[in-house]
T-cell receptor
């Protein structure tokens, strides 16, 4: 039973355009949502997070939107850059200090 | 170093052998997590240590898996009698323990385990 789902295994976007990565979850107890970015042969690195009391969090080119009623969140990257090419994981937890539940990831390719 | 380190980076072993994977968390981080990523899958939680509390072992897939954390710092994940389905990248993460808000978990580079 997958509690966090990233239904698109891959996404290709042209440089300068917007990248939108989607994530759905099933557990209504999740209160915190995080996005991690992973390059090959490296561990995931934290990108941005959002708590359930918000519906938007922005950090530079990265914005995460949360729709609690739909149990859906998305990561927007604009403008996309070739260095953004990586695997992006959506993760969730029901409190700030518990293990994260991860999706399977979406591989983003930004084409110059 | 400033980040989470793991050793070895790669481990190839024969089915039935025991392996030990090591994690050095960021100094001062009281929470330590082990995850694994099998081919084509997301990260799967294995075990969680927080301070002096009993570890949360709810993610360990079988009793062949165990982990310890000595002195609240270094952790070792042990897999006994390895099987081919244990082949995966094993990732360690550490974090501060916050009273409120989300904890950012910092990941090491992982150990790629291959069981022949």
């Amino acid at each position: 039973d997958q509690q966090v789902k990233q239904n698109s295994p891959s996404l290709s976007v042209q440089e300068g355009r917007i990248s939108i990565l989607n994530c759905d979850y099933t557990n209504s107890m999740f209160d915190y949502f995080l996005w991690y970015k992973k390059y090959p042969a490296e561990g995931p690195t934290f990108l941005i997070s959002i708590s359930s009391i918000k519906d938007k969090n922005e950090d530079g080119r990265f914005t995460v939107f949360l729709n609690k009623s739909a149990k859906h969140l998305s990561l927007h990257i604009v403008p996309s850059q070739p260095g953004d090419s990586a695997v992006y994981f959506c993760a969730a937890s029901d409190s700030g200090n518990t293990p994260l539940v991860f999706g399977k990831g979406t591989r983003l390719s930004v084409i110059a | 170093g400033a980040g989470v380190s793991q050793s070895p980076s790669n481990k190839v072993t024969e089915k039935g052998k025991d392996v030990e994977l090591r994690c050095d968390p960021i100094s001062g981080h009281t929470a330590l997590y082990w995850y694994r990523q099998s081919l084509g899958q997301g990260l799967e939680f294995l075990i969680y240590f927080q301070g002096n509390s009993a570890p949360d072992k709810s993610g360990l897939p079988s009793d062949r898996f165990s982990a310890e954390r000595t002195g609240g710092s270094v952790s070792t994940l042990t897999i006994q009698r390895t099987q081919q389905e244990d082949s995966a990248v094993y990732l360690c993460a550490s974090s501060l323990v916050l009273l409120a808000g989300v904890n950012e978990q910092f990941f090491g580079p992982g150990t790629r385990l291959t069981v022949l």
